[in-house]
Protein backbone atom coordinates (compact mmCIF):
# COMPACT_ATOMS: atom_id res chain seq x y z
CA UNK A 1 0.00 0.00 0.00
CA UNK A 2 1.40 3.46 -1.01
CA UNK A 3 2.19 5.94 1.56
CA UNK A 4 -0.87 8.00 2.69
CA UNK A 5 1.70 11.54 2.38
CA UNK A 6 1.76 10.09 -1.46
CA UNK A 7 -2.14 10.42 -1.78
CA UNK A 8 -2.76 13.59 -0.54
CA UNK A 9 -5.05 15.58 -2.37
CA UNK A 10 -4.54 19.81 -2.30
CA UNK A 11 -7.27 20.56 -4.98
CA UNK A 12 -10.27 19.24 -6.46
CA UNK A 13 -8.62 19.53 -9.76
CA UNK A 14 -6.58 16.33 -8.44
CA UNK A 15 -9.73 14.36 -8.19
CA UNK A 16 -11.13 12.45 -10.90
CA UNK A 17 -14.33 10.11 -10.55
CA UNK A 18 -14.86 7.54 -12.54
CA UNK A 19 -17.90 8.20 -14.87
CA UNK A 20 -19.96 5.17 -13.55
CA UNK A 21 -19.19 5.98 -9.90
CA UNK A 22 -22.62 7.90 -9.46
CA UNK A 23 -24.88 5.40 -10.42
CA UNK A 24 -23.26 2.48 -8.53
CA UNK A 25 -23.29 4.90 -5.80
CA UNK A 26 -26.91 5.26 -5.57
CA UNK A 27 -27.98 1.94 -6.26
CA UNK A 28 -25.95 0.80 -3.33
CA UNK A 29 -27.05 3.73 -1.30
CA UNK A 30 -31.04 2.68 -2.26
CA UNK A 31 -30.19 -0.78 -1.48
CA UNK A 32 -29.28 -0.10 1.81
CA UNK A 33 -31.93 2.16 2.82
CA UNK A 34 -34.46 -0.52 1.41
CA UNK A 35 -32.68 -3.38 3.41
CA UNK A 36 -31.65 -1.81 6.19
CA UNK A 37 -28.97 -3.97 7.23
CA UNK A 38 -27.70 -4.70 10.87
CA UNK A 39 -24.23 -5.18 9.72
CA UNK A 40 -23.32 -2.72 7.24
CA UNK A 41 -20.11 -3.65 6.48
CA UNK A 42 -21.45 -7.70 5.46
CA UNK A 43 -24.16 -6.33 3.55
CA UNK A 44 -21.93 -3.89 1.49
CA UNK A 45 -19.50 -7.10 0.88
CA UNK A 46 -22.05 -9.00 -0.07
CA UNK A 47 -23.79 -6.39 -2.39
CA UNK A 48 -20.31 -5.69 -4.35
CA UNK A 49 -19.67 -9.60 -4.58
CA UNK A 50 -23.32 -9.86 -6.40
CA UNK A 51 -22.54 -7.08 -8.91
CA UNK A 52 -19.28 -8.43 -9.38
CA UNK A 53 -20.64 -11.85 -10.03
CA UNK A 54 -23.04 -9.99 -12.24
CA UNK A 55 -21.15 -8.68 -14.56
CA UNK A 56 -18.99 -11.62 -14.84
CA UNK A 57 -21.68 -13.69 -16.15
CA UNK A 58 -22.84 -10.88 -18.73
CA UNK A 59 -19.03 -10.55 -19.96
CA UNK A 60 -19.60 -14.37 -20.52
CA UNK A 61 -22.95 -13.97 -22.64
CA UNK A 62 -21.57 -11.36 -24.60
CA UNK A 63 -18.59 -13.44 -25.44
CA UNK A 64 -21.13 -17.03 -26.43
CA UNK A 65 -23.17 -14.12 -28.33
CA UNK A 66 -19.95 -13.19 -30.48
CA UNK A 67 -19.00 -16.55 -31.46
Known amino acids: MAD ?3 QRI ?3 EQIV ?3 ELPVILKHYA ?3 IRNK ?3 IVDFS ?3 FRSLLEKRA ?3 EFSEVVKQ
Open 10 to 12: YCA
Open 30 to 32: KEV
Open 17 to 19: VPP
Open 57 to 59: KEH
Open 4 to 6: VRE
Open 37 to 39: PGD
Open 45 to 47: AKY
